[in-house]
């Protein structure tokens, strides 16, 4: 019997993160669970947050004109097709890469 890894859709929210996007998706893009997307909601930032982020194999960007945090995960909830959800802001950078597996395996 072969179980399948189920799909994670990780719904990143962000406002001018420029400072941190980077960190973010670095530590996400080195995960040892492989099978995830990436969602990016962006609040309409003013700095280089979008312009940083479109380094990363990133799935979809998602603009969003005010700056209402449920409404844009909300959002990305809509565009992603993950089995698993899960929501980060842009400063919350995950400390290693085991991270995404062990919430995985926590789950099932």
């Known amino acids: 019997m072969v179980i399948k890894s189920p799909l994670v859709s990780i719904i990143i929210r962000t406002k001018n993160e420029e400072d941190w996007i980077h960190h973010c998706l670095s ?5 040892s669970y492989p099978h ?3 969602i990016l909601v962006d ?3 003013v700095d280089r947050t979008v312009q ?20 844009a995960i909300n ?11 899960v929501c980060l802001s842009a400063h919350c950078v995950p400390r290693d890469n085991n991270w995404l597996q062990n919430l ?3 789950i099932q």
């Open 52 to 71: 940083v982020a479109s380094r990363f194999p990133i799935k979809t960007v998602v603009t969003v004109n005010e700056f209402f945090p449920g409404r």
């Open 36 to 38: 995830f997307e990436v």
């Open 27 to 31: 530590a996400v893009f080195e995960q």
């Open 104 to 106: 995985v395996t926590s």
């Open 75 to 85: 959002r990305g909830v809509v565009e992603s097709s993950g089995d698993l959800l």
């Open 43 to 45: 609040n309409d930032s």
